[in-house]
């Protein structure tokens, strides 16, 4: 299942035996990987794609906070459900919030991403969200109200 609804955009990810310990346990890394995964999900279904975006605009975007809490037991092969949502756009940041549903609709990780964004040939110095993110977004129904 890929697809916006109800403010937040929804793609899957299936824990593979890489992604777990011995004892079964997710590592915790894994929920960032797969966070920018369903990020990337949401471009491709909103019409765009990250690199073209970078390579055809020259920015990129520096994560400058990153928060992860497990809330419950994920191990291999779980699918779960990833679903995104804009917690909010400033002028030139954009802070993304990712929680992670098992097959039984229990809440069993969660993620929030800030990124700010700037020149490829300058990461020094911000720019303004940009307006081709802005555009996905609105069309999905994402933006915060």
């Given at each position: 299942m890929v697809g916006s609804k109800q403010g937040f955009f929804s793609t899957q990810v299936t824990v593979r035996m890489g992604d777990a310990d011995l004892h079964d346990r997710v590592y915790l890394s894994r929920f960032f990987q797969w966070s920018h995964q369903a990020f990337e999900d949401l471009l491709v279904a909103g019409g765009d794609r990250l690199d073209r975006a970078f390579n055809e605009e020259g920015w990129g975007m520096p994560l400058v906070h990153a928060e992860t809490t497990v809330h419950g037991a994920v191990g291999?092969?779980?699918?779960?459900?990833?679903?995104?949502?804009?917690?909010?756009?400033?002028?030139?940041?954009?802070?993304?919030?990712?929680?992670?549903?098992?097959?039984?609709?229990?809440?069993?990780?969660?993620?929030?991403?800030?990124?700010?964004?700037?020149?490829?040939?300058?990461?020094?110095?911000?720019?303004?969200?940009?307006?081709?993110?802005?555009?996905?977004?609105?069309?999905?129904?994402?933006?915060?109200g």
């Open positions: 291999f092969p779980d699918t779960l459900e990833v679903r995104l949502s804009i917690e909010r756009v400033g002028t030139r940041s954009l802070t993304m919030c990712f929680d992670f549903i098992d097959k039984g609709d229990e809440h069993v990780a969660s993620t929030r991403l800030i990124h700010t964004f700037a020149p490829l040939d300058g990461l020094a110095k911000s720019i303004e969200v940009p307006s081709r993110l802005l555009s996905v977004f609105e069309r999905l129904g994402l933006l915060p």
